[in-house]
């Protein structure tokens, strides 16, 4: 048999050749390109990419801080403080691109690169450019679990009123004291990908580079960020990972009755109720956004702007795994009456939880 192989591959050496000589080639003669000028331009490009994925995670940011602060009471025991800055993790950055994010001044460390107006990190005097070194003596390690210490840092301090940052500034320590702002513990994070996307996973949101191009406005964003918020809110996730255990036990059952099932029960359990659960976070998404004193008026055009891009969709199907852009444009325009008619008649503004049914 080993033989076998060794005369084929051989035989497909001598066969490349043959067929790369046959294969159409350019005809043009091409610029040399010099390697140093090579170098140069990657080094460019490459600034370019981080200084974008930045400006992306910064409107993020500043959009997601309103929607969290404002909806603290409705996370139950998922908070954290919000201190009001956003920080570069270096040590979480693919090592090709450490030289260009060094060259415009981002290194391994935890930099601050931006603080929200009249935050506590505004008021105890946090600047952008200061490196978070400790957050209440604990040290922010310097590769790619930064973020997940920084997080739990905040979620430690929203049980404290007052807590304390290490920074170094220059070439200088400093130290300061930050008063406790609760916030809903759900981080925003801008992800790779070129798929108009979001999605959220119980702890966190995540958002596509490509929902960030479509998403023109920040109304939009908003829109897709509150969506977000609440599924984490509503612990979609964790509703849909108890379906899928009902459904293994089915599908358990059936293979001690020699029936193999190839995971049928868990996954139809899975996805069950999905179209229902993204039509809540649509509902309950509104009542998060204004909550935070974002206008939703026009909001639901998004949805049109969608199905636009994507006609497939404009139709309900019972099949699929989210509600047709039909259904979402409408049930988002009739929130936002229900909404303003709780505004006018002085009621609070909570989703209505008892009977309703976002979407039906």
């Known amino acids: 048999m080993f033989s076998r192989l060794r005369s084929g591959r051989l035989l497909l050496a001598a066969l490349l050749p043959l067929l790369l000589a046959a294969c159409a080639a350019p005809v043009t003669q091409r610029v040399r390109i010099d ?34 602060v404002a909806n603290a009471d409705l996370c139950g025991d998922v908070v954290a403080a919000d201190p009001g800055v956003l920080l570069w993790f270096g040590g979480g950055i693919n090592k090709e691109f450490r030289a260009a994010a060094e060259s415009i001044g981002l290194g391994l460390r935890a930099e601050v690169i931006a603080v929200a107006p009249d935050s ?13 070194r400790r957050v209440n003596g604990v040290n922010l ?25 290490d920074l170094l500034r220059g070439d200088r320590d400093v130290r300061l004291q930050l008063e406790t702002q609760r916030a809903c513990g759900y981080p925003a994070y801008v992800v790779d990908g070129n798929e108009v996307n979001a999605f959220a996973d119980g702890k966190a949101m995540y958002i596509t580079r490509g929902m960030m191009r479509f998403a023109q406005d920040d109304q939009e964003l908003s829109l897709v960020l509150g969506h977000e918020l609440a ?19 089915l599908d358990l059952l059936a293979a001690a ?104």
């Open 141 to 165: 390690p310097l590769d790619r679990t930064a973020p997940q210490v920084w997080q739990q840092s905040m979620v430690a301090a929203a049980r404290q009123g007052e807590w304390s940052i």
């Open 231 to 249: 599924h984490n809110l509503m612990s979609h996730i964790s509703k849909k990972k108890t379906n899928a255990g009902l459904g293994l036990v």
């Open 257 to 360: 009755g020699g029936v193999n099932t190839r995971g049928a029960f868990s996954n139809m359990a899975a996805s069950a109720y999905s179209q229902e659960f993204e039509a809540e976070a649509d509902y309950v998404g509104v009542y998060l956004l204004e909550r935070a004193g974002i206008d939703t008026a026009g909001a639901a055009d998004f949805w049109r702007r969608m199905a636009a891009e994507h006609p497939a969709n404009i139709r309900n199907n019972h099949s699929a795994s989210h509600p047709a852009t039909s259904r979402r444009f409408i049930a988002i325009e009739q929130t936002v009456d229900e909404i303003a008619a709780k505004r006018a008649s002085g009621q609070a503004l909570k989703p209505n939880m008892e009977t309703r049914r976002a979407g039906n």
């Open 120 to 132: 506590p990190a505004a008021r105890a005097g946090i600047r952008i450019g200061d490196e978070v």
């Open 35 to 68: 390697s140093g000028a090579e170098v140069a331009e990657s080094n460019r490009q490459q600034q370019l990419a981080i200084r974008s994925f930045n400006d992306q995670q910064k409107r993020v940011w500043r959009l997601t801080r309103p929607l969290l």
